[in-house]
């Protein structure tokens, strides 16, 4: 070996060996501690970073959980239960039930139900749309159709209809985020509690038109006639800005506002077929 | 060389097809529907119930805080509703229905043609007049006049700058106005000067309108401090702060009023409306609209009561083509369709455009090519590429720190752009989302 191969190592290893016991010492002095639940419960989180518990990210998140006194108001909406529970067994703390949740769709205004009466060709999206005018049709409160929401939303559980020109919710990929109820610029998407099945009651409008003009440009408008809120045994149904809403820890799915409402913007899902009456009397005395 | 501002700015085809055709008065509709909100600012309050009788100039609604206007009746008849209608902002806002019946005026109206040129009032009283008589800027902002005209205490003014550019293409009431009301304007300008306290006025208008720079030239002779400027033509010049930097080479910083230096600017049509509220006692309730287009069998330039329906406006050009593909409210370039044709003029329509269809389609939608045109052609030194893409994506809080509230919504990004990008449709939307932000930080 030459004689500068040799001093080259000689050299670089000395310098080396400084080098690490400075910054062995840096790394002592600034050493950040860091909870070591915190990466536990980031494990078991969705990793989704959708935002739905209402901070920046699943990271963030867990530093919340692990730093908080107790669950109240901390829910992960897309791990639900399971996830809860197991960061709270993690933790060594109770876990708060919270009701699952699901995106409902506020508007039921179809083509057939709600003519077009003027064509946009601009931007195709819902937020430029809306600053610019009332939309296609008469409805300064319904879907414009653009599909901000479907967009928006990164579980794939929603998509739009080519014939309905509305968004489609996949009740089994929605986690209840909230990403579309943001993107929505009419605030037209609600996040309503899960009920067993699937089922669903709820207005299907936001119009807060008086009864009229509600009426002219839309067939399944909301006009706030009342028999909804007269019907309801349960106080389940408020009505506000000429708009009926139906509470949904309230409502106990009797279906009567259902077939009350004369513009059937109250819509009922996942429900069997109501058997005609007759039928039911027929069993009866067969029985 | 004539003067101009140096920065950006773009050339569109003028298509001024109205700049020879004499004022008309449009015949009276048989119901208007008069917006209580036709101005910036707060809508005014309504003094009128249905079923009451009105005068022609009554006041129907009443000014409703500082940035705020008054509305007047503009035609005389029975009050037949009180409800909404769409209008210019393309919602349903609160309309005042009159079914019109005769043309009887309000008394203290003078309505004699008769140039009244001796100004008896003092300064407070014009600024209290033009309050009263509900004036707001008829460049198309609709900013109450008499906010303008009360120059806060600690900044002072020197100078009355008149725009008299009319820079959008096919538009041509401020040019008519200029021609045939050319001495009432030079009145309501010594008027304005009498009201701010200044002793120099600057009337700046584009070279296109040659014939309304000789007449407002040969006139202006008669009136002290008042001088005619002819501009370059070039497209945004009647913007404020392009108009006082080609005027007088000062630049209006961002954020900040034509008053900082030292200067007001004030429209033609608003000086006119000054001169008819000041020495005719008139409230403004009329106003020239230009109707035309390409296919418009007889394009024109009508004087028309507030209220009355687009669609009287397209009658009397010869009704609507059959090519129509859109109705703009407004100049091309800044303008906004319009949904319905039963939409009501109000003090801030300054024209009504029916482009055929073959103009009117958006054309298809390309990648950004990073040319760098729309930076060229902005007027303010923004980026428009950048703003746009921002505020598509939400990032509203470095749109607002890259100035997307400076952006004056000219449009010559969008006019400029060769993958036909939709720049200001995006620019428009980050600018109202950053200024909802600021309006929400101040009340915290």
Redesign the interface.
Known sequence: MSPTVVITIISLSILAVISAVILYFVAQRFKVYEDPRIDDVQAILPAANCGGCGFAGCRNFAEVLVSAETFDGLNCPVGGSTVMDAAAGILGKVPVKVDPLVAVLLCNGTPEFRPF??VY???A?C??QH????GETDC?YGCLGNGDCVRACQFEAMHMDPVTKLPVIIDDNCTACGACVKACPRKLIELRKKAKKDRKIYVACSNC?KGG?ARKACKVACIACSKCFKVCEFDAIVIEKNLAYIDATKCTFCRKCVSECPTNSIIEINFPPKKPKIEVQAEAVSN | MLKTFPLGGIHPPEFKLTSGSPIKQLPLPQTVAIMVSQHIGAPASLLVNKGDSVKTGQLIASINGFVSSNIHSSVSGNISKID?I?DT????QTAVFIDVAGDEWVDTIDRSSELVRDINLKPEEITEKCRESGIVGLGGATFPSHVKLTVPTGKKCNLLIINGVECEPYLTSDHRLMLEKGEEILVGISILMKALGVEQAMIGIENNKSDAIAHLTRLSSDYKGITVYPLAVKYPQGAEKQLIKALINREVPSGRLPLDVGAVVHNVGTAYAVYEAVQKNKPLFERVVTITGKSVTNPGNYLVRTGTAVRHLIEAAGGMPDDTGKIVNGGPMMG?AL??TEVPVVKGTSGIILFPSNES??PELKPCIRCAKCISACALNLEPYLLANLS?RGLFERAEIEKITDCMECGSCSYTCPANR?LL??I??GK?TVIKMARQRNIK
């Open positions: 009466t003027s060709d601009g931007v999206d937020r430029i600053s610019l005018y009332i300064s038109d003009p | 909404t769409i902002t393309g919602y349903r906004k949904n319905n389609i958006r598509a939709p449709d995006y428009r939307l109202s």
